[in-house]
């Protein structure tokens, strides 16, 4: 689904199905240098049962025209801009990693888009990224791929072969993630990071957040350590804490129907409340 959001073009998926926004919505936010595809699993059964899901690219990822957004404000800013694109006035949100971040910080903000729910996956509060890793986005961007590659996955108990949830041979998570990676434009991975790191709202954005939260974490996620996601649950109101053992920080490819459950038995069935 194509839409124009502040005058450029914005792609969402929606699930092999016709977006209806009279159905329960869901809005999916990827996390740094990925796009609407790591939700493939999750968002096409969300989207045959019962919701309407937009997996969105944001702005200079996947499909959607650039430049990427230089801090999580801004992207808060386009999601609801692209929610009224898509007339939609009320809507539960799925982030994972900066995703998180995006969902937190629309969450709390206060519009005519009415924010039924939040789900964050492998989240934490600061975000913050090694500089080492932060130096390899702007000098060497293939050696930070190789990085996150590595550190994103629990490979001591199956990450570089995972089950996807409709297994196959030869099927690599991490071969996979490496590829999502290697698609984004040159840049994006650096812009991505530095806006995570930046983001300093969380606290005050977690207490501004009224609707129902779902945190949904990794017990071996060295990127987003789940403590940190727990203490930021600390924070919200009625907020629920799934943790998933012997996953790493890409949760939702390292446990997909484990996250589809999750997310699945949280997210309201209803469109109004």
Known sequence: MKLDVDGRQAYAYTGGKAFDATLPVVVFVHGAQHDHSVWSLQSRYLAHHGRAVLAVDLPGHGRSAGPALTSVEAMADWTLALLRAAGVCRASIVGHSMGSLVALETASRTTDVHIAAIALVATAYP???SDALLDATIHDESRAIEMISLWSLDTAHGGYSQKPSAPGPGFSVMTGGRQ???RQAQGVLNTDFVACNAYRNGDVAAAAVRCPSLFVLGTNDAMTAARSGRALAAKLPEAKV????????????EAPDETLDALAAFLPTKATP
Do not use: C, P, T
């Not at 799934?242 to 939702?252: I, K, S």
């Open 127 to 129: 975000m913050q990224v």
């Open 180 to 182: 999502l990676m290697r």
């Open 242 to 253: 799934v943790e998933f053992a012997h996953v790493g920080h890409f949760v939702m490819a």
